[in-house]
């Protein structure tokens, strides 16, 4: 009798220990109608998107295509072989110009290929280049003003000191808050992007219509916009950045307009003085 209560109790703890069907089944059915979700890397806008990543590195190559676009309209007569030689000066303008333009390509790249380091150790060579940019923007300014009235090339050379000693000016103030905030990326890129910017109106003023209708600023200031239009994507908020800086940018360019076409009183005095 004993044997077979030890045998009864044997079956019924296999019995209790073995899963039933229904549990099994219902296991295979949860994982069939649950699937494991994957996030796709390849989205437009987000933190993680395209525009995100892509940005700044299109923008350079925008910047490129500008550049190239608006000097080979002149950079022929005007630098490679005019008809009165120009001074030397204008060459180092130039190259200093195109090396801020493969300064801003290369600083996009390493960020995009995650080379932080070395975008940090190629920055003070490029702070070095925007310093050198301004005194000699400014300085070719005048040189240039000073043949232009002499061989008789433009009659209104000084009054037009005003755009690039605004240019020169919105430059170098927006690189040295770039620098002054280089340990906060959020302001230091859009600083950086927003004074490359600035330096497109030399190529796009090439562009008759452009130059003859004042719409090299407006053509600028939609550059930034992009700028805008990304934050909004990725972001879902304008940044600071040009919340303070387009208007800010705005008021100078007009007023710069202003002074070069309608030559006050005030502005003839300053410039005459500088021109001696």
């Known amino acids: 009798m004993y044997p077979f209560v030890r045998r009864a109790n044997r079956i ?15 296991e295979r059915v949860g994982t069939v109608l649950a699937p494991e979700k994957k996030v796709s890397p390849l989205t437009l806008t987000g933190r993680n998107g395209i525009v ?30 005019p ?16 090396g801020w333009v493969i300064f801003f390509i290369c600083q996009s790249t390493l960020v995009r290929i ?3 380091s070395w975008h940090r150790s190629m920055g003070w060579f490029g702070a070095g280049l925007a310093t050198l940019m301004v005194p000699l923007g400014v300085t070719t300014a005048i040189i240039m003003d000073r043949f232009d009235t002499v061989h008789h090339l433009v009659t209104d050379g000084d009054a037009f000191l005003s755009i690039p000693f605004y240019d ?9 808050l770039a620098v002054y905030w280089r340990t906060r990326p959020e302001l230091h890129r859009r600083l950086i992007f927003v004074a490359t910017c600035g330096l497109m109106d030399a190529p796009v003023a090439r562009f ?19 700028g805008v239009a990304r934050d909004l994507l990725v972001e879902r908020r304008v940044h600071k950045v040009y919340r303070y800086a387009l ?19 005030w502005w003839q005095t300053i410039t005459h003085t500088i021109m001696g």
């Open 83 to 98: 008809a009165i030689p120009r001074p030397f000066i204008l060459w180092i303008h130039g190259a200093a110009f195109a």
């Open 114 to 116: 995650r080379k932080v």
């Open 52 to 81: 995100c990543r892509y940005f700044y590195f299109a923008m350079s190559l925008l910047f490129a295509v500008i550049v190239v676009s608006g000097f080979k309209r002149t950079v022929n007569d005007n630098l490679l072989h």
């Open 247 to 265: 208007p800010l940018l705005i008021v100078g360019q007009s007023l710069a307009v202003y002074m070069w076409r309608h030559n006050p009183s």
């Open 208 to 226: 008759d219509y452009i130059f003859d209708h004042n719409l090299f600023f407006p053509c600028l200031d939609l550059l930034i916009v992009l």
């Open 12 to 26: 019924e703890v296999r019995l209790t220990q073995r899963p039933s069907m229904s549990t099994v089944n219902a």
């Open 168 to 176: 020169m000016i919105a430059f170098g103030v927006l690189i040295a």
